[in-house]
C-alpha cells in the first residue's frame, strides 16, 4: 500500500510538472548573425575591416624598408668602422622595437574597438530581447548555435534585427 501511495504522488508530480513545461513559450536567436547583419553590426565590422587593411599595409611597407636599411648595413658592414657599425645597427634596432610597438598597439587599438562595437550591440540588444520577451510571453529565449533542433517558426533572428537597424542604425568607433 506504501509504494502504491508514492507511484500515484510521483506520477501525479511527473504529470503536473510535464504539463507547466508545455506551456512555456521558448523561442531561439541566431545572435552571431544578428551582430554581424544588422546595419550597425555591418558597419562596424567594414570600417574596423577598412582600418585594419589600411594599418596592415602601413606596417608591411615599414617593414620592407626596415629590411632594406638591414640588408644595405650588413653590404656596407665591411666599409664601416667598428663605432659606425654599431651606431647603425642600434638606430636599426631602435626602429625595429618602435615597429614592434607601434604594430603591437595598432592591433590592440582595433581589437578594443571590435570589444567596444560589441558591447554596444549587446547592450543595444538587451531591451529589444526584454521588450519581445515581454509583450509575447516568452518563458525563455536561447542562442541559435546551442541548439540542436528547432521550428523556424521560434525563430526570432529577422524580428530583433528589424527592431534593431531601427534602435541602432550605427556605431561611432572612432
Known amino acids: 500500500m506504501k509504494y502504491l501511495v508514492k507511484f500515484f504522488v510521483v506520477t501525479f508530480l511527473l ?3 510535464t504539463y507547466t513545461l508545455a506551456e512555456q513559450k521558448i523561442t531561439y536567436i ?4 544578428v551582430l554581424n547583419n544588422s546595419k550597425a553590426g555591418k558597419g562596424a565590422q567594414d570600417f574596423l ?3 585594419f587593411q589600411e594599418k596592415q599595409k602601413i606596417f608591411i611597407d615599414t617593414e620592407k ?3 632594406k636599411e638591414e640588408e644595405k648595413l650588413i653590404a656596407s658592414k665591411k666599409s664601416l668602422s667598428k663605432e659606425e657599425y654599431k651606431k647603425r ?11 614592434q610597438s607601434d604594430r603591437k598597439s595598432g592591433l590592440e587599438k582595433i581589437a578594443k574597438q571590435r570589444a567596444d562595437a560589441r558591447a554596444k550591440l549587446l547592450s543595444s540588444l538587451d ?12 518563458s525563455m529565449v536561447f542562442d541559435k548555435k546551442s541548439i540542436i533542433a528547432g521550428k523556424d517558426n521560434v525563430d526570432i533572428t ?3 534585427i528589424e527592431e534593431l537597424n531601427k534602435a541602432l542604425p550605427s556605431i561611432n568607433l572612432k
Open 15 to 17: 504529470f503536473n510538472c
Open 127 to 138: 531591451p529589444i530581447l526584454i521588450d519581445y520577451i515581454n509583450k509575447n510571453d516568452v
Open 30 to 33: 541566431d545572435l552571431k548573425f
Open 89 to 99: 645597427s642600434d638606430s636599426l634596432r631602435k626602429k625595429v622595437i618602435k615597429y
Open 158 to 160: 529577422n524580428i530583433v
Open 49 to 51: 575591416r577598412k582600418s
Open 65 to 67: 624598408e626596415l629590411k
